[in-house]
């Protein structure tokens, strides 16, 4: 162990070992890197493909919500003409009634009016009796 040839043996055999690691390492780094990267390019694209797809999604959402705005359009402004015509009916109607109940209660006004005249005249007739069998006028 005391030669000179023996140390620059070990010596060569540590240089070698050192730059077999060095060589190593460093293709080690680069073939993780490479992978990492292509790992890296095939998530963006996968990233990309969710997008497009998720926008298409969004994209025909929209279109159905406004296909149902619009039919929820055409169905309220369908209401509101029937709702109209209903009113327009129910005043036809209610005119009607109180026409009706305008000429019932007149000919019930003169039905009473005629009553209470034949009661004015059975009431003379009755103190023309009492005067006639009592002799007396009654109050």
Known sequence: ???PQVWTM?????????????VVSTLFVR????????????????FRGVRA??????????TEFGQLRTEMHGELGQLRTEFGQLR???HGELGQ?????RGELGQLR????????????????VQA????TFGMERE
Do not use: P
């Open 1 to 3: 162990m005391t030669e």
């Open 10 to 22: 070990m010596s060569v055999f540590a240089a070698l070992m050192f730059g077999m690691l060095a």
């Open 31 to 46: 073939i993780l890197r490479s992978e990492v990267g292509g790992l890296r390019n095939e998530m963006v694209a996968e």
């Open 53 to 62: 797809e998720f926008d298409g999604q969004l994209g025909q959402l929209r």
């Open 88 to 90: 327009t009916e129910m």
């Open 97 to 101: 009634l109180r026409t009706e109940m």
């Open 110 to 125: 003169t039905e009473m009016q005629a009553g209470f005249a034949r009661i004015d005249g059975l009431d003379r007739d």
């Open 129 to 132: 009796l009492v005067k006639h």
